[in-house]
């Protein structure tokens, strides 16, 4: 399984990206795909968690405002929609899979596969 995250970038405050994490190996309508982010000096935190079922678990509340997560099954992959970004928004973004588990989880421990990150600078 492999996934790749794509679609960070720069961009100024107040504005939007679109994350991707499109996946081969693995078909992301059968399990869940979870979304984390690595701030500069910072642990990496769980964002949100959008499950087999379409629901989004998240995991900073703070960010139900803003984020929303989507699928779509005819490219496997899962996307990661922010809006109104800021500067405390500024991180890497991974997105994890544990294919063959349908359970979503706020610890980057549970899941087995990665992606390598795509970096989201927000400025001011």
């Known amino acids: 399984v492999q996934l790749q995250a794509s679609g960070g970038g720069l961009v100024q405050s107040g504005g939007s990206l679109r994350l991707s994490c499109a996946s081969s190996?693995?078909?992301?309508?059968?399990?869940?795909i979870g979304w984390f982010r690595q701030a500069p000096g910072k642990e990496r935190e769980a964002v949100l968690c959008?499950?087999?079922?379409?629901?989004?678990?998240f995991y900073v509340n703070s960010l139900k405002d803003r984020f929303t997560a989507s699928r779509d099954n005819a490219k496997n992959t899962v996307y990661l929609q922010m809006n109104s970004l800021s500067p405390d928004d500024t991180a890497v973004y991974f997105c994890?899979?544990?294919?063959?588990?349908?359970?979503?989880?706020?610890?980057?421990?549970?899941?087995?596969?990665w992606g390598q990150g795509t970096q989201v600078t927000v400025s001011s």
């Open positions: 190996g693995s078909t992301v309508d059968r399990h869940a």
């Open positions: 994890a899979a544990k294919p063959g588990s349908t359970v979503c989880s706020g610890s980057g421990l549970w899941y087995r596969y």
């Open positions: 959008y499950s087999r079922g379409g629901a989004t678990i």
